[in-house]
């Protein structure tokens, strides 16, 4: 199993960019497909991006695709996300994901309930 921590959060601007970390604990991170989860204020957790085992497929919702970028390091233990053109909409936590499981449709990452362990999630809050 593996326990993924965030970091890289804060307070930025309208326009700013920021890059999330994620670091998974555990001897086989390359073994699991990674994602990111935002949750704003009064809102459900929704799907950001997702990546698979190997870094070659990546998945992203609407909202933050053309701006929003997942990559990982499997040699690292890390999985990140570079946010550009960000907008006070992006404002939520940040949480990290994993799942050993393998589906063929990469749009089965886009839920929740795919994955099975979670980090603790990191804030960023972007200003207009």
């Known amino acids: 199993q593996v326990q993924p921590v965030e970091s890289g959060g804060g307070l930025v601007q309208a326009g700013d960019s920021l890059r999330l970390s994620c670091v998974a604990s555990?001897?086989?991170?390359?073994?699991?497909?990674m994602g990111w989860f935002r949750q704003a204020p009064g809102k459900e957790r929704e799907f950001v991006a997702a990546?698979?085992?190997?870094?070659?497929?990546?998945y992203y919702a609407d909202s933050v695709k053309g701006r929003f970028t997942i990559s990982r390091d499997n040699a690292k233990n890390t999985v990140y996300l570079q946010m550009n053109s960000l907008n006070p909409e992006d404002t939520a936590v940040y949480y990290c994901?994993?799942?050993?499981?393998?589906?063929?449709?990469?749009?089965?990452?886009?839920?929740?309930?795919?994955?099975?362990?979670w980090g603790q999630g990191t804030q960023v809050t972007v200003s207009s």
């Open positions: 555990g001897r086989t991170f390359s073994s699991y497909t």
């Open positions: 990546i698979r085992l190997s870094g070659t497929s990546t």
């Open positions: 994901a994993a799942t050993s499981r393998i589906y063929y449709s990469g749009i089965s990452y886009y839920t929740e309930d795919k994955y099975d362990y």
